[in-house]
Nanobody
Framework: QELLVESGGGLVQAGGSLRLSCAAS????????MGWYRQAPGKQRELVAN???????NYADSVKGRFTISRDNAKNTVYLQMNSLKTEDTAVYYC?????????????WGQGTQVTVSS
């Protein structure tokens, strides 16, 4: 059973839009932050955006003004609306969910979804 189910990746032309979704299993309790990371070929994985349980958001400078992260706590789901996509946004996008534990936190990762932006 996959704990995080991602959807919405694909191929899009530069300037286009995509919406990523990540649904967390109901077996994951006490979710704090939810977010998205990406990894392009030959590069390190980097934070794209995250959102905490209070709704506060954090974005990488490269996506500010173009991407919007949101979450539906009732559905345990986080979304990433990506507009004005650029070729440099091409990467595998990974969902990340951080849950509180009795001591500390635990991070869950999705399998990744490919986003390819063509020129």
């Amino acid at each position: 059973q996959e704990l995080l189910v991602e959807s919405g990746g694909g191929l899009v032309q530069a300037g286009g839009s995509l919406r990523l979704s990540c649904a967390a299993s109901r077996s994951i309790y006490y979710i704090n932050a939810m977010g998205w990371y990406r990894q392009a070929p030959g590069k390190q994985r980097e934070l794209v955006a995250n959102i905490n349980s209070g709704g506060s958001t954090n974005y990488a400078d490269s996506v500010k003004g173009r991407f919007t992260i949101s979450r539906d706590n009732a559905k345990n789901t986080v979304y990433l609306q990506m507009n004005s996509l650029k070729t440099e946004d091409t990467a595998v996008y990974y969902c990340n969910v951080v849950a509180r534990r009795t001591v500390g936190e635990y991070a869950y990762w999705g399998q990744g979804t490919q986003v390819t932006v063509s020129s």
